[in-house]
DNA sequence: GTGAAAGCGCTAACAA
DNA sequence: TTGTTAGCGCTTTCAC
């Protein structure tokens, strides 16, 4: 078969290799295959054979016969997120380990597109990591149903999934805060949906209680940078001291509307966000943020989805849990109000 | 077949299809392939019973028999680096427009990875963009000879391409620079392997002389945030009032050692980067940048791929060229100095 | 240890 | 227009 332009040299077979090494096509298989079960000196021909012709098996044939294509998904909203860029990295890290491939499905941050890539992609991956989505529990679930699963950063009773300490990675933040001398912290919200969203406010206002500092709660915004410039109307009349953002492009979005307004950071008001993702250390000042471990949450996530592929039974409905710290940097100081 | 967790329940087949709505297979497939081809009440049956069975074509089956996976191959060389965020998310546009999905190759900045992540995507794809490589010309027009091919950034004789319009880029940036006063422009060059380094460095040179400014190449440097911090001692004794780096990333890595130097952007030393990166906007001064149309440079690669794909001759072989241009931001100004 | 043969789910001739 | 029949390239019983 020719396509585009000029004839594509097909590919040797199977069959081409035996024909070569003189043996039957279901030897050269297991020569591959199951390497013990063939005598050392035809495996020794066979491979000969193989290297002489350039063999390459056809992981579609492949793939066909056994059902494992060797790939798997990786689904998440946006791309163009940095947040994503570490998390894809260790994903690919943990998958090619294994000689996986992963398909990354961007949603684009639509529903729709999000279904469509999905349905695309479902039929050819022997299991998915949801890095993040739109779906609901149940929809989740129903896939589940079908493929192995794991998510990120979400819990779902009876699906395995890896998350981010927020507790202990709030905690630090606002004793951070606490000890520079802020006595309220105003937390700026992320999507409702979003599940780390929960936490992080729900570990807020426990931190807070405990260290005697007054929380209050805005939002939602979206976790965008324009949802960080929406925040700003949200902080009004009164601009607090310190602020906690949903995530660093929040945070960021929020700082650089302050600071065209005149607003002093962290003179004026100190910003925290949340994940570490790059631009975090390039902002100026530099933005203090609760970092997740992106590249290992992804490298985890594919690790125990292979695991599961492999027959592994996930005994434990228990999230896999990865540890944060805090990294200061200049957006928080002490408060020169109050 | 079990796996993992339980049954998983096998996907009704073309058969189970067939019986239910009392056809042959074949015009099963066919009511799904060439829904022309076949009555309309007969293609009423059939669609029927596949919804009712929750049919869903095996694409791996399909693939198998007509040698088309629907799949194409981007390369890049890190995903980690923001400029190809947006490449990506150009590139599954254009791609899930076709029905096609993008299989993300990443070389992580080393070549052993590149060519195994190659060898395992390859005989999946129908195509291939790269978006970088360090294989040689050579080794890639070997590839090219397998699989339709289209490279970006980079001429390769006989192998078609996208490209962005670097010495009008150039030329506005010089343009601006001189308007400005200066005199003197450094050139902080990428890597030498590097198609648009030598591009970029070359116009600069050009749209130096026909505007009577002095220019000066150093370098070259990694293209990343240390190779701009490295390219700072490049820069002695003499500090240039103006420079321009072979991407943001290196502007940006510059500024940054040079502000916590006490040098002063712009009023000190005026930097350009190129691309337009996320994060050329975030940091403070905002960088002046040659601003590339990332998005439209994956789409644009991906639609012509798939363009070849289905057979078109691309007569011409000269590359595909989009344009750049100026992002003016505060990375430039007047010098004080001279 | 090796070969023969059937089959994975779909498509593509070729007949009818 | 529809059905019949071979495959696509590989794996996997099942004999030998």
Not at 69 to 94: C, F
Not at 140 to 165: C, E, F, W, Y
Request: glycine share 8%; with cysteine; net charge positive.
């Amino acid at each position: 078969m020719t396509s585009g332009d000029g004839t594509r040299k097909s590919q040797p077979t199977i069959y081409d290799v035996a024909r070569l090494a003189g043996v039957a096509p279901s030897t050269v298989s297991r020569a591959f295959a199951r390497p013990g079960r063939v005598n050392a000196d035809t495996a020794q021909r066979i491979r000969e054979a193989a290297a002489q012709l350039g063999y390459r098996a056809n992981p579609v044939a492949r793939a066909l016969s056994t059902s494992r294509t060797r790939m798997i998904a990786l689904m998440i909203s946006d791309v163009t997120n940095p947040y994503y860029s570490e998390l894809i990295r260790g994903a690919q890290l943990a998958a090619s380990q294994e000689e996986y491939t992963v398909l990354l499905t961007d949603a684009r941050e639509s529903d729709v597109v999000e279904r469509e890539s999905l349905e695309r992609v479902l039929p050819v991956v022997e299991g998915i990591v949801i890095g993040s989505s739109r779906m609901s529990d149940s929809t989740l679930r129903v896939i589940a149903k079908q493929t192995p699963m794991i998510v990120l950063n979400r819990h779902l009773a009876g699906i395995p999934s890896v998350v981010t300490d927020n507790p202990r990675g709030v905690r630090r933040a606002v004793e951070h805060l606490g000890e520079l001398g802020h006595e309220h912290i105003t937390y700026v919200a992320g999507p409702e949906a979003s599940w780390a969203d929960g936490m992080r406010w729900r570990a807020l206002r426990e931190a807070g209680h405990e260290l005697h500092l007054h929380t209050r709660r805005v939002g939602p915004v979206a976790p965008t940078l324009q949802g960080g410039r929406d925040a700003r109307a949200l902080l009004r009349p009164h601009l607090p001291t310190a602020v906690i953002c949903y995530n660093d492009l929040v945070a960021i979005g929020l700082m650089r509307t302050l600071t065209a307004e005149g607003v002093r950071i962290p003179d004026d008001v100190s910003v925290v966000g949340f994940d570490n993702i790059l631009p975090a250390e390039l902002v100026s000042p530099g933005l203090t943020t609760v970092a997740s471990p992106l590249r290992t949450l992804g490298s985890t996530a594919v690790g125990n989805l292979l695991a599961i592929i492999r027959g592994a039974l996930h005994t434990t409905d228990k999230p896999f849990v990865l540890p944060t710290r805090l990294v200061v940097r200049e957006s928080t100081g002490r408060t020169a109000r109050r």
